[in-house]
């Protein structure tokens, strides 16, 4: 599935809708074995956007409110959340501590938004298990996997939450609003 490659439009769509925030917080999992990649990945694609990326990091529960602490403290003006199975467990706790610190967040599943964070952009997790199931199936059909060919879940998806841009007191652009593949009201 598509992660980490995505982060230059993840960091567009953020920038669209934060346009002053000229520090982005990059919440990570420094024990996932991608975290240095993505968080080299991150800081890249910001240059491009002329934001600077302060990464923080959480590995347990416990290590959030740290993490959101430090973001405040420095005056990140939006948030990042790293594609990591810890983070993606955690939708709740993560937006609950976005919206108590009015941090615009951008995240990488739909799961986030519907659980009322601003907005997602990112591989569909049902296509991915769509694409798994069809390779079951030729599988239990008689195919040889070594004979089957690699294959990627490309499908992304933008999920824009109206209630949580309220709250917040951002209007999404027309443009994004347009291309939003789900919006929430």
């Known amino acids: 599935m598509l992660t980490n490659t995505l982060?230059?439009?993840q960091l567009q769509?953020?920038?669209?809708v934060a346009p002053t925030a000229k520090l982005v917080g990059f919440l990570a999992n420094p024990k996932n074995p991608a975290a240095e990649s993505d968080v080299r990945d991150v800081k890249s694609a910001a240059t491009?956007?002329?934001?600077?990326?302060l990464t923080v990091n959480a590995s347990n529960d416990g290590e959030f409110d740290t993490a959101f602490t430090d973001l405040v403290q420095q005056h990140a003006g939006a948030l990042?959340?790293?594609s990591d199975p810890f983070l993606l467990s955690r939708p709740d706790k993560i937006v609950t501590l976005a919206a108590r610190h009015a941090l615009p967040a951008m995240y990488q599943?739909?799961?986030f938004p519907i659980a009322g964070g601003l907005m997602s952009y990112g591989t569909s997790i049902t296509d991915g298990w769509h694409q798994v199931?069809?390779?079951?199936?030729k599988i239990?059909?008689?195919a040889k996997?070594?004979?089957?060919?690699?294959?990627q879940s490309v499908k992304v998806e933008l999920v824009v939450n109206l209630k949580t841009a309220k709250t917040l007191g951002i209007t999404f652009p027309e443009s994004i609003l347009q291309r939003a593949d789900e919006v929430i009201e």
């Open 7 to 9: 982060a230059p439009k």
């Open 13 to 16: 769509f953020l920038h669209e």
């Open 48 to 53: 491009t956007t002329r934001q600077q990326v």
């Open 80 to 82: 990042l959340v790293m």
């Open 109 to 111: 599943y739909r799961e």
């Open 133 to 137: 199931g069809i390779y079951g199936g």
């Open 140 to 142: 239990l059909k008689g």
């Open 145 to 151: 996997p070594a004979d089957l060919p690699v294959q």
